[in-house]
């Protein structure tokens, strides 16, 4: 099984001992967590503002993606971490503008108590290449 490690500066550099993205015999990806770090600046956008925060992990992870090789349309799976489940319908309203309703991925999404840097959302992804 052949690992390639996926970086860009397109997207936040990592907050850990992890990478952008593992490409795991040039079949799938996945896609470390992102959060709401604008990586031209290194600071996290729209503080308290979820729906802002939500545009930038998107952003982060079209990023990561596109430095794989890929788009929103190989995604088969998400994981959406809430810091907080009543803000699901606002991050719902965001996400869905990224994938087409008849072929969106598989998803499930968690409140955790705490996220990193005390963000809003974080969300990662498996995608095939």
Known sequence: MSRKIIKTEKAPAPVGPYNQAIAASGQLLFVSGQIAIDPSTN???????????TEQVMANLRAVLAAAGASFEHVVKTTIFLNNMNDFATVNQVY????DPENAPARACVEAARLPKDVLVEIDC????
Not at 43 to 53: A, R, T
Not at 96 to 99: E, K, Q
Not at 126 to 129: D, F, K, R
């Open 96 to 99: 869905s503008g990224y994938f």
């Open 126 to 129: 498996i995608a095939m290449l």
């Open 43 to 53: 600071e996290i956008v729209g503080p308290g503002d979820v729906s802002k925060q």
